[in-house]
C-alpha cells in the first residue's frame, strides 16, 4: 500500500475494520490529509496529545530520546497503521517523537471530535482498547529483546521483522529500506557495531548491502541467528 486514500486507510485499518459506511464517513469527515517531507516532526515527546494520525504514504518513525540526546527507535508506522493514540485516548503528553523516515501523506484526526464519536460508537471503542494491548505487547517484546538477546539476535530480529512488515521483494531477495544508523537506532548501539555484523553476514551470503536499504538473501540463516 504505497499509496492510499483517507477511506482506504480507515477500512484496511484493525482500528476502524468492519465500521459500517456512515461511520467511516464521519470519520474521514473528521480529519484531513496532510503531506510531511522526510525528516519531518509530527509530534516530539512532551506535547500535548491533540491528534490521531493515519498513515496513508510513507512511513513513520517513533523515538524516544534520553536527556543527552541518544535516540531508541522504538517503532515504524507504515501505510495503513494508525499512530498517537496513547496521548490522544488519556489527553497527556507525547510519550515518544514521531518523524517521517519516508515522505508521505498522514490522515490526522483532532482529539475533540474523534472523542465525541468514541462515546457513541462503542465498537470503535474496543478496537482503540485492542489497539493499546498491541502496543503493549509491542513494548514487552522490545524490553524482552533487550533484557534477554544478544546485539546480533536483536540485529536479525528486527531487520527479519522489517523485511515481513515493510519489505520489498526483489530478485535477490527482500530489500529492507534503513540505513545503518537508523538500524543502530534501534539497538541504542553505534552503527559502527552494526556495520560489523552487516559487513559479517554480507560475507557469509545471509545478506547484501546497499545505499540505506538492506537485502534478506537467506532468511532462514538469519533466523538461526536468533
Request: charged share 20%; net charge neutral.
Amino acid at each position: 500500500m504505497a499509496n492510499i486514500g483517507a477511506t482506504t486507510l480507515l477500512r484496511s485499518s484493525p482500528l476502524f475494520r468492519g465500521l459500517g459506511d456512515a461511520t467511516l464517513q464521519r470519520i474521514v469527515d473528521l480529519g484531513a490529509n496532510r503531506t510531511y517531507a522526510v525528516d519531518e516532526t509530527i509530534y516530539r515527546q512532551g506535547d500535548p496529545g491533540n491528534a490521531l494520525y493515519g498513515v496513508i504514504s510513507g512511513e513513520v518513525a517513533i523515538s524516544t530520546y534520553s536527556k543527552s540526546g541518544q535516540v531508541l527507535r522504538l517503532n515504524a508506522q507504515l501505510p495503513g497503521e494508525i499512530t498517537g493514540e496513547i496521548a490522544l485516548l488519556d489527553g497527556g503528553s507525547r510519550t515518544a517523537t514521531a518523524t517521517m523516515s519516508q515522505a508521505g501523506t498522514l490522515f490526522v484526526m483532532n482529539r475533540a471530535p474523534l472523542m465525541n464519536l468514541l462515546e457513541s460508537e462503542p465498537k470503535l471503542a474496543i478496537r482503540f482498547i485492542e489497539l493499546l494491548c498491541a502496543r503493549i505487547r509491542w513494548t514487552s517484546q522490545l524490553l524482552e529483546e533487550s533484557a534477554f538477546f544478544t546485539v546480533p539476535e536483536r540485529l536479525s530480529s528486527r531487520l527479519l521483522w522489517l523485511s515481513r512488515t515493510s519489505g520489498i521483494e526483489s530478485g535477490d531477495g527482500v530489500r529492507v529500506r534503513i540505513s545503518q544508523s537508523g538500524l543502530a537506532q534501534w539497538l541504542n548501539v553505534s552503527r559502527q557495531v552494526v556495520n560489523g555484523y552487516l559487513q559479517e553476514w554480507q560475507g557469509a551470503g545471509y545478506l547484501s548491502l546497499g545505499r540505506g536499504a538492506v537485502t534478506i538473501v537467506d532468511p532462514e540463516a538469519m533466523e538461526s541467528i536468533r
